[in-house]
């Protein structure tokens, strides 16, 4: 025992001696090893600087870029594949529905952009409805679930092992024994604190179940980007869901303690644009579960729609494996294509210098930009980055709101009342970069009014932050949104 600490002391008495040169060889590491934003790197060595050592391990566990290796490389050929001869035929379908949606055709470079960089087909027959109460959400769920006759796939970021999983747990086990064809995809990240029997219950009972970039250990999970942030549900093929909510008893109001009211905006569609999502959900559970569900035809078989809708949608998406970064790139387009008014509520408010400065333009041409934070933390670090940000956009001139009814966790965008964007993806550098998201853009008047009449609905719970109550913050506030601001670029 008194060798090995022995040995223990000279090894940091050695790391100590040379700490000079061993940061400089982690730092030539973080520099030349990883092509990524200069940005990115002068943080890094800014943390290897003030936490030598631990700061590269930091590193090696948050900070490595995965995103032009070969780890994801299977899912990205599998959708050029898949959308190849679609994207071909998208390209005429659109000059059809143009005659259809007048209204639409200046957002033409929108739905181009979004078919050609992101695969995104445009569909046209689509019924829309809008969630943004958790108990109302999943009692649609778990009814349109309970009708399901060929198969139910689901797809969370977070699933928790309370009431709401059970309840859901019960219709998919039924369903199973039914014969219907059952498949659960989760998060390792997100999904941490389930037991291994909870995943063992399902399977025993018929339903198949996948871990999406599992952990290294057991439950030791060290990746903590690469994500798989997306929420999707399809139901036959006839019903897909999608938007913010994940599985748990906050998000249905059980469990008020921390957050109170959880305000968050889901989406379930039914028509055309549900095949693109059910194509989504596939590529996920192909990569996890090493499988190829592409070979079932059945699973892509267009069903009868019940309801007969009309709204234009896309569903975009994009992660490490992507190519272009669609999903920011189609908040971009939409903020630049923006004549009268933008509206936008997201739970983290980090955006790049692109969107940042595409917003300040919008104010100072006289676009009425509206923006809604929740008004408490669920990450303080990330909440404080978001603050600074928001009083940034207050200064130039935006109205700039807190949510004040709980914790507000909607994804959401509308732009001039005739397009909107709803779906899992923050306003924040991770979204953008770093975890898998999909979103539906929706060309539709209709449903833009009712997600801005929601958004004005929630202004009742809102505070203004403006230029002057900004300025007006305590010096403790100044510092943290400083040192939170200094490490947007890892958050």
């Not at 219709?171 to 941490?192: P, Q, Y």
């Not at 790139?329 to 940042?356: C, V």
């Not at 009083?391 to 009342?417: R, S, W």
Request: charged share 25%; aromatic share 12%; hydrophobic share 40%.
């Amino acid at each position: 025992m008194e060798m090995i600490l022995d040995t223990a002391k000279m090894v940091i008495l050695w790391i100590l001696d040379n700490l000079v040169f061993i940061n400089i060889l982690l730092s030539i590491v973080i520099i030349f090893f990883q092509r990524r934003n200069p940005t990115a790197v002068w943080t890094w060595l800014l943390v290897l600087y003030f936490i030598p050592i631990l700061g590269f391990v930091l590193y090696l566990i948050v900070g490595q870029d995965y995103r032009k290796s070969r780890m994801f490389m299977m899912k990205e050929i599998e959708g050029e594949i898949k959308y190849a001869v679609r994207r071909q035929e998208e390209s005429i379908y659109r000059k059809k529905l143009r005659l259809k949606t007048p209204q639409m055709e200046r957002f033409q470079s929108l739905i181009l952009y979004n078919l050609n960089a992101g695969e995104a087909v445009l569909t046209d027959n689509n019924d829309i409805r809008i969630y943004t109460d958790g108990k109302e959400k999943f009692l649609a769920l778990i009814q349109e679930m309970e009708q399901a006759e060929n198969y139910i796939h689901l797809q969370y970021y977070i699933i928790r092992d309370d009431e709401l999983w059970h309840d859901i747990e019960k219709v998919l086990v039924k369903k199973a024994r039914e014969g219907v064809e059952v498949r659960v995809l989760f998060d390792s990240m997100g999904c941490r604190k389930m037991k291994e029997r909870a995943w063992r219950r399902l399977e025993e009972a018929g339903v198949q179940v996948a871990e999406f970039f599992p952990a290294f250990l057991g439950q030791l999970q060290l990746r903590i980007n690469y994500r798989n942030h997306r929420k999707i549900a399809v139901v036959d093929g006839r019903i897909g869901f999608v938007g913010g909510f994940n599985i748990g008893r906050e998000y249905i109001g059980l469990d008020t303690k921390k957050f109170g009211y959880w305000r968050d905006t889901h989406l379930c569609i039914e028509g055309s644009a549900v095949t693109s999502l059910a194509v989504r959900f596939v590529l996920d559970w192909n990569y996890a579960a090493k499988e190829n569900l592409f070979l079932e035809d059945r699973l892509f078989a267009i069903p009868e729609y019940r309801r007969n809708g009309n709204s234009l949608v896309q569903i975009v998406s994009s992660g490490p494996d992507s190519k272009y970064d669609t999903v920011r790139d189609n908040y971009l387009k939409m903020i630049q294509m923006a004549e009268k008014r933008i509206y936008f509520q997201t739970p983290y408010f980090i955006p790049d210098q692109a969107i940042l400065d595409s917003l300040k333009i919008a104010v100072k041409s006289g676009i009425d930009v509206r923006i809604m934070v929740p008004c408490k933390p669920d990450h303080p670090l990330v909440y404080w980055a978001t603050y600074s940000y928001l009083g940034e956009m207050a200064q130039a001139g935006a109205k700039c709101y807190t949510y004040q009814n709980g914790f507000l966790h909607a994804k959401t965008m509308t732009v001039d009342g005739l397009v909107s964007c709803v779906g899992t993806a923050n306003m924040d550098i991770r979204s953008f970069q770093l975890n898998f998201e999909v979103n539906a853009t929706i060309y539709s008047e209709t449903t833009a009014k009712k997600l801005e009449e929601a958004f004005e609905n929630d202004l009742m719970h809102c505070e203004e932050v403006t230029e002057e109550t900004y300025e007006q913050r305590t010096l403790l506030i100044r510092m943290k949104e400083q040192v939170s601001r200094l490490f947007s670029p890892l958050l």
